[in-house]
């Protein structure tokens, strides 16, 4: 079956450090790959997407890339903010059906001043 | 703006008593999922809808079901509240084209005592 694999949290940066967020996946086909954020006390919100090999999502410094030879879809920003502080989840939305989604378990990223 | 409203933000209930969660979307959209959300666990898929009337279990359906009476409301219902279902759900919907993403509500987190 599908899964999504992504590292185990909680990560602790400074302001301004580099971030990666890994994911990997296992899926038949060709999903759809997506990262979603959620910051305390709400609901999820799509960070961003990417939907066939080789594509880059991007989004408020975000970027991932669609992997297929990796299995991998790495969540990245050059220059993290306070207010990044949240939870990502990687996820994945399998080819055909009704676009059930998989998801992570969930990093938590605390960015500290 | 793009709009899924769950009833209430925080619930209490006590053991045995019938439980009601209400989501409503404003965007047409076709699938309708519920979700429940537990530390170290992520998101387990509860239930999902494809259309009106229509409905699938998820990974973890056991003690709850659901009704979808019309396009934009979807309804998990607890019939018999247990203190193991205690946690935050999460109601979502996407369009049911491949590579779409899911829009989330904030979530209610529900209290069995």
């Known amino acids: 079956g599908n899964s999504v694999t992504q590292m185990e949290g909680p990560v602790t940066l400074s302001e301004e450090a580099f971030l990666t967020i890994n994911c990997t996946y296992t899926?038949?086909?060709?999903?759809?790959l997506f990262w979603y954020v959620q910051y305390p006390g709400e609901g999820l919100q799509l960070l961003l997407k990417a939907t066939k090999a080789d594509d880059k999502g991007s989004n408020k410094g975000f970027e991932a890339t669609y992997r297929k030879e990796t299995t991998s879809f790495h969540l990245e920003k050059g220059s993290v903010q306070v207010s990044d502080s949240a939870v990502y989840f990687c996820?994945?939305?399998?080819?055909?059906?009704?676009?059930?989604?998989?998801f992570g378990t969930g990093t938590k990223l605390q960015v500290i001043p | 703006d793009v709009k899924v409203t769950q009833s209430s933000r925080y619930l209490v209930k006590r053991t045995g008593e019938k439980v009601f969660l209400e989501c409503v979307q404003d965007m047409d959209h076709e699938n309708m999922f519920w979700y429940r959300q537990d530390p170290g666990l992520g998101l387990r898929l509860i239930y999902f809808?494809?259309?009106?009337?229509?409905?699938e279990k998820g990974d973890i359906p056991e003690g709850y079901s659901v009704s979808r009476e019309k396009k934009e409301r979807f309804s998990l219902i607890l019939e018999s509240a247990s203190t193991n279902q205690t946690s935050m759900y999460l109601c979502?919907?996407?369009?049911?084209?491949?590579?779409?993403?899911?829009?989330f509500g904030d979530g209610t987190r529900l209290s069995i005592l």
């Open positions: 809808s494809y259309d009106v009337k229509m409905k």
């Open positions: 996820a994945l939305n399998r080819a055909g059906g009704y676009q059930k989604v998989t």
């Open positions: 899926a038949t086909g060709y999903p759809s």
């Open positions: 979502a919907s996407s369009f049911i084209r491949e590579g779409q993403p899911q829009h």
